[in-house]
């Protein structure tokens, strides 16, 4: 599980659903989860949170790609990577922390994925948890 | 033996000032209960004033049909008086006397001899002690001397076993093969135990309740998966099991874990595996988007 | 030749002093150690006065207290025909009061050492605070019961004041080593003084060697790494 540290930096609140941004490093990330802030009380403006999410919703792309829906975007640098026969683990730097992606193989390739290449990587907003 | 009835009051002034205790609840006959909670929450006094080593201002404490304390009637035993095991995190055990002096001085006078001999080799065998038998108690090590405090609490057959945070001062292997040893004395002799703990693992791994005190009161209270499964984590799909195996795959790891009666496979990166080993009690998350559902019927 | 009475006499009366302040100093310790009662200061400031006052107060005072013309001597006189007074039991009785701090100090010391755990755990086991002080505790502080025998034994060894006072120096019957010499002193015979003197310093430095290398062999912290 990939875990940032960063601070909530607004709450919008439609029915069941919030939408969450988080302000890490040279970034803000949103996650949108089934919760009011009434019903989960570190869901305050300034808090201090961590935003988790799943190696393997990690997608991968150039710095330079555009025109894409993802809203969450870190742009790292590749430390190395570990390839498997079918996947690949890149492991990633980005200034709010280290993280891991775990993509297909053939996808690194493609891209020509090297250790101290820039990317960018993009998690879907849905994908992403808070915790205290 | 029978049921525990517990129902006790006190004002406690404590370190962050004065602490109203109040609590009632009962232990199953052959149950294994924790009470957890923030240090300060009062556990060590409750445990304390079932054991008789402090006085409650009012309540009661049944022991099957036994009463050992009722306010209204007017009874309080002694400690001495109270069939009982007790351990304590320190170990108190007897420094100048031998571990096998140390059994037999724990020994009820009314014991029948040979099947007390019978009852401590027993009982030295299951927590393998007995090749320690003739060492002084202060020469032991911490798990050692631990090992010989549950097997002194035990030896006069007490319906009601206290432990107050018993491996609190233990590394954290040690811990673990002492919760395995106190799993055996207790499947063994189904005593009705009831533990203080701070410790989640060692929570999820021994109690069928847990009872989460603060601030003298009892605030939750249920079986490990309906406690702990009130985390803060926001996801929303949640489920309890247990690990049953481990298979490195590729780059990462494909583990398997029973949740009520099947089996689910989950990927979890290499970073994470290092936490994770069969039998452990885990929780499944994962948010309400991923999910798909399909009608049975 | 020098007369051994006065030596054998000193070794006597520190021999059943001692003796008879271990029988009340033990259970007088254990109170005092794990009291809460309001008294216990007053009682160790009563029991450390010997190591403040002049040995002649509490002399003086036992003399008044056991003199034929107080109640107290009178009544001890006729019932128990016991004087108090230029008598070998009046100066086990005083001696008993100007050593007992030395007997109850290291006792209370040696009872407040045993964590509290150990005798809640002795409860626990159902055991009576008889049999927790005779298998558990006593056992556990045997260097505190040494040490304060062997402490009062030689501090009456060495008392002067209060055997003057209301002892004397009847031969055979109160006339202690210290009084010898003094008398010796005051004759003048040095040689026989320095005999008396010797023989006392080298039981003393004897008894606080003994003192001070089973201490240093069984350290009474030994139980603390137990918590």
Not at chain 2, 265 to 288: F, R, T, W, Y
Not at chain 3, 158 to 178: H, N, P, Q, R, Y
Request: hydrophobic share 45%; with cysteine; aromatic share 8%.
């Amino acid at each position: 599980m990939n875990r940032l540290k960063g601070n909530i930096h607004s709450i919008e609140t439609k029915d069941q659903l919030s939408l969450v941004k988080v302000e890490v490093k040279e970034s803000i990330l949103s996650t949108i989860i089934v919760n009011r802030p009434e019903e989960l009380d570190y869901l305050r403006k300034g808090n201090e949170v961590y935003v988790l999410f799943k190696e393997t919703e990690v997608v991968l792309g150039l710095p330079e790609l555009t025109g894409i829906s993802l809203q969450n975007r870190l742009l790292c640098k590749v430390i190395d990577l570990e390839k498997g026969a079918l996947l690949c683990r890149v492991n990633l730097n980005h200034p709010s922390g280290q993280l891991v992606s775990i993509v297909t193989r053939r996808a690194v390739e493609e891209l020509d994925i090297q250790a101290g290449s820039q990317i960018m990587a993009f998690i879907k907003t849905n994908e992403m948890m808070l915790s205290e | 033996m029978g049921e525990v009835r517990v129902r006790l009051k006190k004002s406690l002034s404590g370190a962050s000032g004065l602490l109203k205790l109040d609590v009632a609840f009962n232990l199953p006959a052959g149950s294994f209960t924790i009470l957890g909670g923030p240090s300060g929450a009062g556990k060590t006094s409750i445990l304390r004033m079932i054991a008789g080593l402090l006085k409650p201002e009012n309540g009661e404490i049944y022991v099957g049909e036994q009463c050992w304390y009722d306010s209204k009637k007017g009874i309080y035993l002694k400690a001495q008086k109270r069939l009982q095991g007790f351990v304590f995190q320190d170990y108190a055990l007897f420094p100048q006397m031998t571990i096998a002096q140390n059994l037999e001085f724990a020994a009820s006078a009314s014991q029948n001899r040979a099947k007390l001999q019978e009852r401590i080799s027993q009982i030295l065998e299951m927590m393998d002690l007995t090749s320690l038998l003739n060492r002084k108690a202060s020469s032991l090590s911490g798990g050692q001397q631990q090992r010989v405090a549950l097997a002194r609490a035990i030896i006069r057959k007490p319906p009601l076993l206290l432990l107050d945070e018993p491996f609190a001062a233990l590394d954290p292997e040690m811990r673990k093969k002492m919760q395995e040893y106190l799993l055996k004395l207790h499947r063994e002799f189904k005593l009705t135990t009831l533990m203080v703990s701070h410790d989640q693992g060692e929570s999820i791994n021994l109690a069928d309740t847990i009872m989460m005190l603060s601030e003298g009161k009892i605030v939750n209270q249920g079986s490990p998966e309906e406690v702990f499964a009130h985390s803060n984590l926001s996801g929303k799909f949640r489920f309890t099991g247990e690990v049953l195996s481990i298979q490195a795959s590729d780059v990462v790891f494909v583990v398997s874990i029973l949740v009520g009666k099947n089996m689910v496979k989950v990927i979890v990166d290499k970073n994470e595996i290092d936490q994770l080993s069969p039998g452990d009690h885990v929780m499944l998350v994962s948010k309400a988007f991923n999910p798909i559902i399909k009608k049975i019927s | 030749m020098i007369d051994w009475q006065p030596i054998f006499l000193t070794l006597k009366l520190a021999g059943i002093t001692s003796l008879f302040l271990l029988i009340i100093g033990i259970p007088l310790a254990y109170w005092m150690a794990y009291t809460r009662n309001r008294i216990k200061p007053v009682l160790e400031a009563l029991i450390a006065m010997p190591l403040v006052l002049p040995p002649t107060v509490l002399g003086f005072y036992l003399l008044v207290l056991f003199s034929k013309d107080s109640p107290i001597g009178q009544w001890l006189d006729e019932y128990l025909e016991l004087s108090l007074i230029f008598s070998f039991e009046g100066l086990v009785l005083a001696s008993m009061i100007y050593s007992l701090p030395f007997m109850v100090q290291p006792l209370m010391a040696g009872f407040s050492s045993v964590p509290n755990r150990i005798r809640e755990a002795a409860r626990v086991l159902g055991k009576s605070s008889l049999a927790t002080l005779i298998r558990v505790l006593l056992p556990m502080i045997r260097p505190s019961i040494i040490t304060a025998t062997i402490l009062s034994f030689a501090h009456t060894m060495g008392e002067f004041g209060v055997v003057l006072m209301i002892g004397g120096s009847i031969s055979g019957e109160t006339k202690v080593a210290s009084i010898a010499i003094y008398e010796q002193v005051e004759k003048p015979d040095y040689p026989a003084a320095h005999s008396y003197s010797l023989i006392l310093i080298s039981i003393a430095f004897a008894i606080l060697f003994l003192v001070y290398y089973i201490n240093g062999r069984k350290s009474y912290n030994r139980w603390e790494k137990l918590g």
